[in-house]
């Protein structure tokens, strides 16, 4: 299968490589950020896509499921979030479809996406574990260095400046303090939507 890196490479096609839409995705969650960054979405009338660590998320199946009720997406960012060098294919299996099971049994609807954790060159590895377990690899094609930025105008910024049609837009909503993000987030929704782009989920 393929990595996917921007909306068209979606494989069910509901995304043309010119059309202006972008998703925002939120990884390393859930953390304490995940419901205010939903919350914020939602009152701006856009909906992101979360992938969510499994044994951090097991911790919280009622707010998995109340991202979906809210017309959020959730995918699995792996079990624990490790470095793979060492992993044996079936660990990494493992991890992906440990976490895509708890999604569906939390949220009730099914839990296809995956997202490597770490580092992008890593998803060619990934995906040929987890494809032919029905998982899509999902990266990103924009990196706004939100877990290194404490200014959101920065984040804001480092986003827009690089947004394009289909982009994938990598933020993250656990793993530490992400107040930044969250303040970040209304900025990139109204600036993404001045510049004439849609925020669709995955
Ligand atoms: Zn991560």
Redesign the pocket.
Known sequence: MTVVRRLSDLPDGRFAPDEPVIALTF??GPGAATDAVATALAKLDARGTF?V?GSVAQEEPDLLAALVTAGHVVGG?SWS?GRIDDATDAELAEEALRTSMLIEDATRAPAPLFRP??RRVDAPRWDSVVAPLGLQTVTWSVDPRDWALTDPVAIATAALDHLHPGAIVLL?DG?GDRTATLEAVPLIVHGARLAGYRLVTL
Do not use: Q, R
Request: hydrophobic share 20%.
């Open positions: 990884d390393d992938f660590v960012h979030h954790p770490y993250h793993g």
